[in-house]
């Protein structure tokens, strides 16, 4: 079974600090995702990699960053944590098409951020 | 625009009841279409997929969806609900167009009444 972990299932940060969320995946999965999900919104996509060291915006990359120096390991980063960015911070992963398989993602339990 | 609308925000049924939970997409090519569930404080887990040939595709659970491309639909369904089953649907699409990008829509809330 393929294995998406997230560093933490709770994080409770301040105002202006920098966070860092991480995640692992154990399937040698090309493609990797971050997204938030927030009531109402369903899941928007942050931003996503297709390979190590390649990032690509999502829909909304503003005040967000990405880091990919291995290819089990996505993170994000609050440069600057602000009230708005309380989330549910979700993380997935995928192969490509080319791999035979289907574009299917493969989520972990996810980070719920407070910012105070 | 190009968008995946679920359009019930929040569905209530009865254990052992029928279910079926909407989703169109509005795309120029058919897409690649699925199906996830997000139990409470979980991350998705992918219920069924569409690519091509039988509109009919089965899932994990007993779930099951129809696609039907002069709707634009690709419909949830399960015969028979079971309270397990409360949980968060999604639909999502991965456009046909070369990319692995995933649309999703916004969900739809299933709560289970014994």
């Known amino acids: 079974d393929v294995k998406v972990t997230q560093s933490s299932r709770y994080l409770v940060k301040r105002t202006g600090e920098k966070v860092f969320l991480e995640c692992v995946q154990d399937?040698?999965?090309?493609?990797m995702f971050w997204y938030r999900q927030d009531p109402g919104l369903g899941l928007r996509l942050i931003y996503f990699?297709?390979?190590?060291?390649?990032?690509e915006k999502g829909d909304i990359p503003e005040g967000y960053s990405v880091s990919r120096e291995k290819k089990e390991r996505f993170s994000l980063i609050l440069e600057s944590a602000s009230t708005n960015q309380t989330s549910m911070y979700l993380c997935?992963?995928?192969?490509?098409?080319?791999?035979?398989?289907?574009?299917?993602?493969?989520f972990g339990p996810g980070t719920r951020l407070t910012v105070t | 625009a190009q968008s995946v609308t679920q359009p019930d925000i929040h569905i209530t049924v009865s254990e052992g009841a029928s279910l079926e939970l909407r989703c169109n997409y509005s795309?120029?090519?058919?897409?690649?279409l699925f199906w996830y569930v997000q139990s409470p404080g979980q991350g998705l887990q992918l219920l069924l997929k569409?690519?091509?040939?039988?509109?009919l595709v089965q899932g994990i659970k007993g779930f099951e969806a129809e696609f039907k491309r002069s709707q634009s639909s690709f419909n949830l369904r399960k015969p028979s609900v079971h309270w397990s089953d409360a949980a968060e649907y999604f639909c999502?699409?991965?456009?046909?167009?070369?990319?692995?990008?995933?649309?999703f829509g916004a969900g739809t809330r299933l709560f289970v009444k014994a």
């Open positions: 999502a699409v991965v456009p046909n167009t070369g990319g692995f990008k995933t649309i």
């Open positions: 569409y690519f091509s040939g039988d509109t």
């Open positions: 990699s297709y390979d190590v060291k390649m990032k």
């Open positions: 795309y120029g090519a058919t897409p690649y």
């Open positions: 399937m040698d999965h090309e493609n």
């Open positions: 997935a992963s995928s192969t490509p098409k080319l791999a035979g398989t289907s574009y299917e993602q493969y």
